[in-house]
């Protein structure tokens, strides 16, 4: 009697003691949690910002009116640094203060942890696109030598092939008719970048084209899937998105083992005529390790290589977007009359600007089959002014984790906070851009240099055309840097800025270079467009209608 009374009592004890450390942990752990409520209530009470509207903060408000919107008015009342309650425990900060912002982007280094969270999940482990700076450090030092040093030193850094490929579907596309602005700009996005990556290999693999669909559909839900807290293993919708992730993981691999063999044969038949370039990454010893790091290569390198493209061709597939909708919507630059003089003869030719400035440079270039972009300041200005005038997000978010962001305004911004910039309000600020910021006018990245006049031998009349026109043969632009203005950040700035920016506008200007002098871009016949910058300042597109038509040119 007295053992089982022992044991009972024994029990009792420890059941006792269980419950009360439990209690204690629970309690230890709330306590701290509601710390940590109250220190960022009171740290945001010293930020200024309009006063939450409920205790569900704006995540109502914001579902039914446009976050940029919000900003502005908040901006115009409250300053360049505002701060706008999400949630009870969500702290959004957004900076419109050129100078402010860069100082923002150099101190915070990590991205959301829904953002990571979402490439992980969509794309699978990544050392490009974690949350956290600590990890992708390294891997974004070394893509960035390989994009921005080594690369860009070659002569023929995108593939000629690449161009030549998507020209060739684009003159197939055009026999159907009109063509849709953003569906064929992602797929140029992808061919480039795939095409440059990859090689000839990316062009003859017949499954690019199901691939490319599969990227964006698994990329399209990642964001929604990753918003759980707790995996939602009971939801079938769920299971369906997991076994698309591995149908892109496989497809990944079937394309790394294309290239790989593709390089194998190389090795084995150096002096084969295949008339192939193998790609960026697979030249001169550069392989796919260098991007992924020399270890646990083959289980970062379909997430590295995933991440990339889809990260790339949104970026890049924005960008020829916004360049081609500018271009027919603003026919100044597109379409005008110039008179070019030979000998004496006059020829009157519908050249547009960028097209003279593109024959001009293949004429003074040994190769005539390849386009010289570093002689088009033109063409480079007027990339540069599409992604000012509608940047690809609205949005360039960042965050510190771990620590408290000081400013040198002496504001604090709590850790785990996140950092917006509203990117158009930045980039169309008459105080950064001038009193035109929110027009459209490439001329704003280019200095003019005064050349000679027009030949003694021209006739009177048609030298006074020549100088109204004010055609290249008497001026040339230099091409100024944008990245003077801090304003300026279609690309991000700091540590996160985008590593291959230099890549996707060399990318752009040399497929541009092609397309211009091959094709005239119009808007198909009946189509309504605005031509006038969205006063809303609403990222959506302000285009009523996208359907383009490639006019072939008589050269």
């Not at 029990?11 to 701290?32: D, G, K, P, R």
């Not at 900060?93 to 942890?113: F, H, Q, T």
């Not at 974004?140 to 490929?165: C, F, G, M, Q, Y």
């Not at 995996?231 to 079938?236: A, S």
Request: hydrophobic fraction near 40%.
């Amino acid at each position: 009697m007295e053992t089982s009374r022992f044991l009972r009592d024994y029990a009792v004890w420890e059941i006792n003691a269980f419950l009360w450390i439990s209690l204690i942990t629970i309690t230890y752990f709330l306590s701290y949690k509601l710390f940590k409520l109250f220190k960022l209530w009171n740290q945001a009470c010293k930020i200024p910002g309009p006063p939450s509207p409920s205790f569900y903060g704006y995540f109502t408000i914001l579902s039914k009116q446009n976050l940029t919107e919000v900003l502005s008015d908040s901006h115009g009342d409250y300053g360049s640094i505002v701060k706008l309650w999400l949630s009870p425990k969500q702290l959004l900060v957004s900076i419109k203060e050129p100078e402010i912002i860069k100082e923002m982007l150099l101190k915070a280094k990590d991205k959301l942890p829904l953002t990571g969270k979402a490439f992980n999940l969509a794309f699978g482990r990544s050392t490009l696109f974690a949350s956290s700076f600590d990890k992708v450090e390294s891997r974004r030092e070394s893509l960035a030598s390989e994009l921005n040093v080594r690369l860009l030193d070659r002569a023929n850094l995108i593939p000629t092939k690449a161009v030549d490929h998507i020209m060739a579907e684009l003159h197939q596309n055009m026999t159907k008719g009109s063509i849709n602005c953003k569906i064929t700009s992602q797929h140029m996005a992808f061919t480039l970048l795939g095409a440059t990556i990859f090689g000839d290999t990316f062009l003859a693999w017949l499954k690019s084209t199901i691939y490319e669909e599969l990227l964006m559909m698994v990329a399209k839900d990642a964001c929604f899937w990753a918003s759980y807290s707790v995996i939602p293993f009971w939801k079938q919708g769920f299971w369906r998105y997991r076994r698309l992730c591995t149908e892109l993981k496989w497809l990944t691999q079937d394309l790394v083992q294309q290239c790989s063999k593709y390089r194998q044969y190389c090795h084995m038949e150096p002096s084969a005529n295949l008339g192939m370039e193998a790609g960026v990454f697979l030249q001169d010893n550069i392989s796919l390790q260098e991007i992924n790091g020399r270890h646990n290569v083959r289980d970062e390198s379909c997430g590295n290589i995933m991440s990339l493209l889809f990260h790339g061709c949104l970026t890049t597939g924005g960008l020829i977007n916004n360049m081609l909708m500018r271009l027919v919507t603003h026919p100044e630059i597109q379409h005008k009359v110039s008179i070019l003089y030979s000998g004496f003869c006059v020829f009157q030719l519908s050249l547009t600007p960028i097209y003279s400035e593109i024959i001009m440079a293949k004429k003074g270039s040994e190769d005539k089959a390849q386009p010289v972009v570093e002689k088009m300041p033109l063409l480079w200005a007027t990339i540069y002014e599409s992604a000012r005038v509608m940047p690809a997000g609205p949005l360039l978010q960042r965050c510190s984790l771990k620590h408290d962001l000081r400013l040198k305004s002496g504001v604090i911004v709590p850790a785990g906070a996140i950092l917006v910039v509203p990117m158009q309000l930045v980039q169309t600020d008459d105080s950064s851009w001038g009193n035109d910021a929110g027009k459209f006018n490439p001329y704003r990245f280019l200095s003019k240099t005064e050349k000679t006049s027009a030949s003694p031998n021209m006739d009177a009349s048609i030298a006074g055309h020549a100088e109204e026109l004010k055609d290249q043969r008497k001026c040339t632009f230099v091409l100024k840097d944008p990245n003077k203005n801090p304003a300026f950040l279609p690309f991000g700035s700091g540590a996160r800025a985008c590593v291959g920016q230099k890549f996707v506008i060399q990318g752009v200007a040399t497929l541009f270079a092609s397309l211009l002098e091959q094709y005239e871009v119009r808007l198909r016949s009946g189509s309504k467009t605005n031509s006038k910058p969205s006063t809303n300042y609403s990222m959506s597109q302000d285009f009523l209608s996208s359907e383009l038509v490639f006019a072939r040119r008589n050269n």
